[in-house]
């Protein structure tokens, strides 16, 4: 996306895949067990880790475009406001991005914010749509473009559509499906906003669906689902990290 667009990229920020690590490891544990294990380290330390350079293809993306991507530890901190101030960007965009942005932040930016989230929203809100959506059996996948409100995956939906996941994909492979899927919407979403032509639906807000338990694990694992295999960790050599 970050190639295609034809809007200026003022900033790129990467979340920093080692925010508060080992506090969060320890609570996926408690609450998932082992089993999730592959799945965190898959979606996000192997892209960078594995690659060397601690940003990935997106970051070389947009440093083609003079822009150096930051790391970000607090999206809402001093630092990334301060910069944010100064640049004055009219939209930011957010994808696989694990921090939730602020209202004062998100109104850093002249004409607000907006995300791609690999669900058919208002189904699925939450770190884990493809597990979830997997889980429940319904074939109900697909990516979404909606507004960026202070809470999890809420704003209107400004774009959306049902995608198939790969045959034999796991939750990760899914994951990265639908995110290439929604980067097309993205890119129409964002010509549209420029354009004074947005059209946002406001939907009922379901339940948020936060990282699975134990038993939810154990149960989809009978169903056949896969949260990551060894196609997902060739993946992650070519693939980057969170994005603002």
């Given at each position: 996306m970050l190639r295609e667009t034809r809007h200026?990229?003022?900033f790129l920020g990467l979340s920093d895949a080692w925010r508060d690590r080992a506090?969060?490891?320890r609570r996926h544990l408690a609450r998932s067990g082992p089993r999730i294990l592959p799945w965190m380290f898959v979606e996000f330390a192997a892209p960078r880790l594995w690659r060397g350079d601690g940003v990935g293809p997106v970051g070389?993306?947009?440093?083609?475009?003079?822009?150096?991507?930051?790391?970000?530890?607090s999206v809402n901190g001093a630092v990334t406001q301060g910069m944010l101030d100064a640049l004055r960007p009219d939209l930011i965009v957010t994808c696989h991005f694990d921090q939730i942005l602020a209202a004062?932040?998100?109104?850093?930016?002249?004409l607000g914010g907006i995300n791609l989230h690999p669900s058919l929203l208002p189904l699925h809100r939450?770190?884990?749509?493809?597990?979830?959506?997997?889980?429940?059996?319904?074939n109900e996948f697909g990516a979404t473009v909606h507004r960026l409100v202070p809470r999890?995956?809420?704003?209107?939906?400004?774009?959306?559509?049902?995608?198939?996941?790969?045959a034999g994909a796991s939750v990760a492979g899914t994951a990265r499906a639908l995110h290439l899927a929604g980067a097309e919407l993205l890119l129409q979403v964002m010509d549209e906003?420029?354009?004074?032509?947005?059209?946002?639906?406001?939907?009922?807000?379901?339940?948020?669906?936060?990282?699975?338990?134990?038993?939810d694990l154990a149960l989809a694992a009978k169903r056949g689902v896969r949260l990551a295999g060894w196609r997902d960790f060739r993946a992650a050599r070519r693939l980057g990290g969170a994005v603002l």
């Open positions: 200026d990229v003022v506090a969060n490891t070389a993306a947009a440093f083609a475009r003079g822009v150096p991507a930051t790391t970000v530890a004062e932040t998100i109104a850093t930016a002249r939450g770190p884990m749509p493809c597990f979830w959506a997997a889980s429940d059996g319904n999890i995956d809420a704003g209107a939906i400004l774009a959306q559509r049902a995608v198939a996941p790969p906003i420029a354009e004074g032509r947005e059209r946002g639906v406001e939907a009922a807000v379901m339940a948020y669906r936060g990282f699975p338990t134990r038993g």
